[in-house]
């Protein structure tokens, strides 16, 4: 839904262009004014659709510069034909310049801008179906590094389902637990959303899990699971989902989801055959390859298997390593930081600052896949052992 608010002197203007937005899908006027005020509230406010004219452009379009950090889109409209006066509006970042009277069709089509510009978040989720790989390790500091680059919003979502949670590693105090959220989501408002989740020190790093000591990973269903992530969509940058190491409905929910799917292993063979299999698993669903990034954590270069071994083993490139730096590891888990805080020169800081470098110089427009199995998980799996 794209909020608007209309600011025109002229009164049959306002009322006009009110009914023209209102009749366009996913419109919501919110207020008209006569003029630009400072009392006007624009906060959750996606467009502005304003009235400006020579003599009182310079005015109008220096309130217009003044909310340029709040996120919002302008629309100019007037009755003059002037190229200085368009070149002027257009000069601050307004999306378009309507001459009135406004026709519905030219309206319709300035918001359609709007609505492909809006920005919706990078998701990636972070995945291996054996425990103890260090999935939570890697998604925490993943955060930290996307946020120290871009200082963009970035939300961690924990699906994972298990006593090893992102709060306890950033020692955030989450006060709701994702059922409470999930109920009201579509719901609230930005901010109030924000306000209940965990937030990471000053940063724009905010945390949303199951905070039940015994939760059954099962009860959120696929659909539920859709709702929780279309609507964190709106809001953030970037999402990063930690998830449970099961297959099932809920898992595949998550990844279909995603932009992106971080494949976590280490180098014993189990965790490598476990990597296999669910990259024959992706294979089936209808993944690009491009979607699916492994990673290898624990590294010990020159002592265990080379990555060429290890590529020739799963069939597919390896995208990063995570050296195995234990002692740096466990002192920022202890501190509630992350390594690129507590240790920023060790090799594990690194190691997560060029994975999250890497993730940034992705093209996220060329992993967009469709799935060919949206749910039947389990005929899926069956399917897989007949071939």
Not at 48 to 72: M, P
Not at 136 to 142: D, K, M
Request: charged share 25%; aromatic share 8%; proline share 1%.
């Amino acid at each position: 839904m794209i909020n608007v608010v209309v600011i025109d002197s002229n009164i049959q203007s306002r009322e006009l262009l009110k009914n023209n937005l209102n009749s366009i899908e996913n419109i919501n006027v919110v207020k008209c004014y006569e003029k630009f005020d400072d009392n006007i509230n624009f906060e959750n406010i996606n467009l502005v659709v304003f009235d400006v004219n020579s003599s009182t452009a310079n005015e109008t379009l220096e309130k217009v510069e003044k909310l340029k950090n709040k996120n919002i889109n302008f629309i100019a409209t007037s009755y003059e034909i002037n190229s200085l006066l368009v070149s002027q509006t257009l000069s601050k970042g307004v999306l378009d310049f309507l001459l009135k009277p406004i026709i519905p069709s030219v309206l319709e089509i300035a918001i359609k801008k709007i609505s492909q510009q809006e920005k919706q978040a990078k998701t990636i989720a972070v995945f291996s179906n054996k425990g103890g790989v260090g999935k939570t390790s890697l998604i925490t500091n993943l955060a930290w590094e996307i946020y120290d680059k871009t200082k963009d919003k970035v939300c961690i979502l924990d699906l994972s389902f298990n006593s090893e949670n992102a709060t306890n590693f950033l020692n955030v105090e989450q006060k709701y637990n994702l059922d409470y959220i999930l109920s009201s989501i579509e719901g609230l408002n930005k901010n109030t959303l924000l306000s209940l989740m965990g937030k990471y020190q000053d940063s724009q790093i905010y945390l949303l899990e199951t905070k039940e000591e015994v939760v059954s990973e099962l009860k959120y269903t696929p659909q539920k699971i859709a709702k929780i992530i279309n609507s964190l969509k709106q809001i953030f940058d970037y999402i990063l989902i930690d998830t449970t190491n099961l297959i099932n409905e809920s898992t595949i929910s998550i990844l279909n989801h995603c932009d992106l799917i971080l494949l976590l292993s280490t180098t014993n063979k189990t965790s490598l055959k476990n990597c296999l299999n669910c990259c024959e698993l992706f294979d089936k669903i209808g993944y690009n390859d491009d979607k699916i990034k492994i990673i290898i954590n624990r590294y010990i270069e020159n002592q265990e298997l080379s990555l060429d071994e290890i590529e020739k083993t799963i069939n597919k490139q390896i995208f990063n390593t995570i050296p195995n730096n234990y002692l740096t590891l466990i002192d920022a888990i202890n501190l509630g930081n992350n390594v690129g805080e507590v240790n920023p020169q060790s090799n594990i800081a690194k190691a997560y600052k060029k994975i999250a470098n890497d993730i940034l110089n992705i093209d996220f427009s060329t992993l967009k896949t469709n799935a060919k199995y949206h749910h039947g998980i389990f005929n899926l799996l069956k399917k897989m052992g007949e071939e």
